[in-house]
């Protein structure tokens, strides 16, 4: 199983940014697939987590960002609008077999968002 992050990049506050993971594996239909962000200094944090039943946000994040898969590319996206600073940090994407605790992670994908 392979997760390739991209789309991350500097955005001013309010802008926005889709990033995309693409999933290799028979996973990406049958976990659950996640967003991850850790910022500096900081423990990494779930920000929205996507399975066959149902999505889930942290509340930061409630209104602003959307979790969403394309199956026929094997992609998981996450738009995220109304960008603030505080949203500022390393994205990961992660899959999990059980939907408890990710097995398999991304690189990673920098997001900056300047006031």
């Known amino acids: 199983v392979q997760l390739v992050e991209s789309g991350g990049g500097l955005v001013e506050a309010g802008g926005s940014l889709n990033l995309s993971c693409v999933v290799s594996?028979?996973?990406?239909?049958?976990?659950?697939l996640d967003w991850y962000r850790q910022a500096p200094g900081k423990e990494r944090e779930l920000v929205a987590a996507?399975?066959?039943?149902?999505?889930a946000y942290v509340d930061s994040v409630k209104g602003r960002f959307t979790i969403s898969r394309d199956n026929a590319k094997n992609t998981l996206y996450l738009q995220m609008n109304n960008l603030k600073p505080e949203d500022s940090g390393m994205y990961y994407c992660?899959?999990?077999?059980?939907?408890?605790?990710?097995?398999?992670w991304g690189q990673g994908t920098q997001v900056t968002v300047s006031s």
């Open positions: 594996g028979s996973i990406f239909t049958t976990g659950t």
């Open positions: 996507s399975s066959v039943a149902r999505t």
């Open positions: 992660a899959a999990s077999r059980n939907g408890i605790s990710p097995d398999y």
